[in-house]
């Protein structure tokens, strides 16, 4: 078994690393050292979204997280497949809608994001970027939408670097953490791609 130690790298390369590896594992379990908290989070939600399963053990200074080929795993082929039949991705890059008052801007996000809750066909996934990971932490008017949102399915998720360079990483309090890498490879496989 592969090990690799992915402690104190910023964000994304845990993810990059990890995904380098399986491709290079070829079915074989690798081990991969992170950081707790989103290096942990991210690095798991990434095997187990290519149908990998992960088991984890705390180690020194973070975690040994030990990915594994589940048999049955979901395809590269199958990914695309599903991107290119209408999967549908929001990337929304602030807390206001708009380039007005401020005042008004965030009352449009905010009502646009409510409102999402009562379309028929929802997007598959919400990332929040730069000011838009406000709207998913402490204080925020739309959580309770967001939860909603992701209790139907939609997968919200906040730039971790952004969370951080806000200082709002601990006040998250809708939907999961994430990073560049995810993000990246989420825009450029969706049929769709919304810019708020």
Sequence with gaps: MR???CRTMACPTPVVTTKRALEEARGVAVQIIVDPGAPRENVTRFAESRGFAVTEAEVSGGFALTITSKG??????ARREKAKNGETVMLIASDRLGDGPEELGRLLMKNFIITLLDLDELPD????????VLLATEGSEVLEALDRLGNKGVEVLSCGVCLDFFNRKDKLRA?????????AESLTKAASVIRL
Excluded: Q, Y
Aim: aromatic share 12%; glycine share 12%; no cysteine.
């Design 3 to 5: 090990i690799i130690d």
């Design 72 to 77: 049955g795993s979901v395809s590269e082929k």
């Design 125 to 132: 996934r919400l990332f929040f970027v730069n000011t838009g």
């Design 175 to 183: 939907g999961a953490v994430t990073n560049m890498f995810t993000i």
